[in-house]
């Protein structure tokens, strides 16, 4: 199975554009899923909620995602990106898991980073499990890797793969998502963007380094800190479903909750 990932150097606001140069730069590559980043289109420094709203789309409309779901149809491939959704007068900041039949999985991102709490509602949808191509695929979006238990979560409920669009802006996730995959035994494609915002006085600047690793910790592939790019790896997904680590190890069963 091909896993590969897309890091993007957006311009806020951008839709149209930022949609358009993410779909030349994949268009003649092959991969059974392709990850893209958090916000990956819309930009991530809202200036404010009408702001935020005015660039947010209900999940499964908009052009975005007619994009998105047409990419998906066309590569026969699972797209997972990141967006900003509007729902019942709230927004949240989301991602969509678009599967090659046009249907897809919403995941609205539980744990909001530092001034996003001004703009989005925390998700509602929690952490779950879907299969694809008879592999269980996960997602969580940026800050969620802060929290093991997300991680941890979706490992308990049959992911092998941890699908992760991101916009960091702090350096430790990149090294913390080889714990994550390590101590779940799974595969982790984190996909970041590249570049700078300061619409709010305040300038934020991207850190890139794009991953994709192993379930035993190894760094499969890795993007830069300061270029968009296109990254794959081909794996098996059957490497995260076995959890056994040594002959008398499964580090799921021998966990014991009652002392945690
Ligand atoms: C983040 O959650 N975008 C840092």
Redesign the pocket.
């Known amino acids: 199975m091909i896993v590969s990932l897309y890091q993007n150097r957006p311009s806020f606001g951008e839709i149209k554009k930022n949609v358009k140069t993410v779909i030349n730069a994949v268009s003649d590559r092959e991969f059974d899923i392709l990850v893209l980043p ?2 990956f289109a819309a930009g ?1 420094q809202f200036k404010d909620t009408a702001e935020a709203h005015s660039l947010a789309d209900p999940a499964g409309e908009g052009e975005t995602f007619e994009k998105m779901q047409k990419l998906a149809v066309e590569k026969n491939a699972l797209i997972i990106y990141g967006f900003p959704e509007k729902a019942d007068g709230r927004l949240y ?1 989301s991602s969509l898991a678009v599967l090659p039949d046009g249907n897809y999985h919403l995941y609205q ?1 539980v ?4 001034t ?1 709490k001004a703009i989005f509602s925390p998700g509602q949808t929690g952490f779950f499990v879907f299969e694809f191509r008879q592999t269980g695929i996960g997602m969580m ?6 929290f093991p238990e997300a991680a941890r979560k979706l490992t308990l409920d049959g992911a092998q793969i941890i699908c992760h669009p ?5 350096p430790h ?1 990149p090294d913390a998502m080889k714990t994550r995959a390590l101590e779940n035994n799974v595969f982790t494609v984190t996909c970041d963007r590249v570049g700078s915002e300061n619409r709010t006085g305040r300038q934020l600047k991207f850190i890139g380094k794009s991953r994709i690793i192993a379930p035993d910790g190894e760094v499969l592939g890795e993007l830069g800190t300061d270029d968009p790019g296109f990254l794959s790896a081909d794996i098996d997904p059957q490497l995260a479903a076995n959890k056994q680590i040594t002959l008398n190890n499964e580090i799921l069963s021998d966990r014991r909750p009652e002392f945690y």
């Open positions: 958090e916000l991530y900041n991102k744990h909001l980073f530092d996003e979006i940026c800050f969620d890797w802060r991101s916009n960091l802006v702090l996730c």
